[in-house]
């Protein structure tokens, strides 16, 4: 904030005065301020910020030589001047809230952007496991839960960076009820003979688009949260039925070997009397008894496979 006043009898437009020392300040050729009256000075504002079309680089120089906030006040006179510096504690208060409200909206736009990111990280993963479905390919269990767990993280970081938003809009919001209140502090204590309606469009600014905006995106990343729970849960779902296939199979697995095991515990004793009743194996069954079991139990392992299979 710059100020000063004109020399006694000056015939010198307090705009051209200003221009001047915004071009002295700034390498910028931006000239087309807001204007104002306060104390019969004259009042220009110079603001241009990037906020149409945000990036997250954009949003990291929120506060480079592009997008400053420069105020000057050119008075008539030295009195009007000395009176304007007793407002100066006043004009700090209100600037400080303004580049909070501004500082907080850059930083959701950041915010906004990595949770963009933490999506399409977990739709990256979702399409994997749904691609590995539409082949009817069974997942390795290791890998199915590898990518739960990637999703879990990343989710988390979605979680805290969606309470960031809504914590960013807090801070808009409280400050911009200090910015207004302090606003109306300073025409009161000025008088009736301001025109500072160029500061109050700000107010709108902050209403209509940074709240509106925020508000906005965090609807639509709560709805975003709700379709990564469900791809969350959908994955674990696939998982308890890839581990319920894994433990039926390995149950069936156990009873037939059990089976075929059971038959050649039985069979070890008994097979070395086989003379009288297979007399056409009797020398086998007589030399390799336990090969004769092994072979009965791998035949009833068989058949007790078909059975379950067919009774499933």
């Given at each position: 904030?710059?100020?000063?006043w ?7 437009n307090?705009?051209d005065?200003?221009?001047?020392c915004y ?5 910028d ?22 906020n ?5 680089q ?9 997008e ?10 030295r009195e ?22 501004w500082?907080?909206?850059c930083q ?7 949770l ?11 399409k ?15 890998i ?31 400050n911009?009820?200090?910015y207004?209140?302090?606003?109306a ?9 301001n ?9 709108g ?8 905006q ?7 990343m ?5 379709l990564?729970?469900d ?5 674990r779902?696939r998982?308890?039925?890839e581990?319920s ?6 149950q069936?697995?156990?009873a ?23 007399k056409?194996v009797?020398?086998?069954?007589k030399?390799?008894?336990?090969s004769?079991?092994?072979i ?8 007790v496979?078909?059975?379950?299979k067919?009774?499933?």
């Amino acid at each position: 904030m710059l100020s000063g006043w004109l020399p006694e009898n000056s015939s010198q437009n307090p705009e051209d005065i200003a221009k001047d020392c915004y071009y002295a300040l700034s390498k910028d050729t931006y000239w087309q301020p807001e204007k104002g009256t306060f104390l019969d000075g004259k009042v220009f504002e110079i603001w241009c910020p990037e906020n149409e079309n945000y990036s997250l680089q954009k949003a990291t120089n929120a506060l480079n030589s592009h997008e400053h906030h420069v105020i000057i006040a050119i008075y008539p006179n030295r009195e009007s001047a000395e009176q304007a510096a007793e407002f100066y504690k006043d004009w700090m208060g209100l600037f400080c809230y303004r580049n909070k409200i501004w500082w907080a909206y850059c930083q959701s736009r950041l915010v906004k952007e990595s949770l963009l990111n933490h999506y399409k990280q977990i739709e990256a993963n979702r399409k994997i496991t749904n691609q590995s479905n539409s082949r009817q390919e069974k997942h390795n269990i290791t890998i199915s839960r590898q990518i739960l767990n990637n999703i879990d993280n990343i989710l988390q970081q979605y979680t805290i960076d969606l309470l960031n938003l809504s914590f960013q809009k807090q801070i808009i919001e409280i400050n911009l009820s200090n910015y207004q209140l302090r606003l109306a502090l300073i025409k009161e204590k000025a008088g009736q003979n301001n025109q500072l309606d160029f500061l109050e469009k700000f107010s709108g600014l902050a209403n209509k688009k940074y709240l509106l905006q925020i508000t906005k995106d965090i609807e639509n990343m709560q709805l975003g949260l709700q379709l990564l729970e469900d791809t969350i849960n959908a994955t674990r779902s696939r998982i308890e039925v890839e581990k319920s296939e894994r433990e039926h199979n390995f149950q069936e697995l156990v009873a037939v070997a059990g089976a075929g095991i059971a038959t050649v515990s039985l069979l070890k004793e008994p097979v070395k009397d086989c003379k009288e009743i297979f007399k056409q194996v009797q020398p086998f069954c007589k030399e390799y008894p336990f090969s004769f079991s092994l072979i009965v139990g791998i035949i009833v392992s068989f058949v007790v496979w078909r059975l379950r299979k067919r009774l499933r």
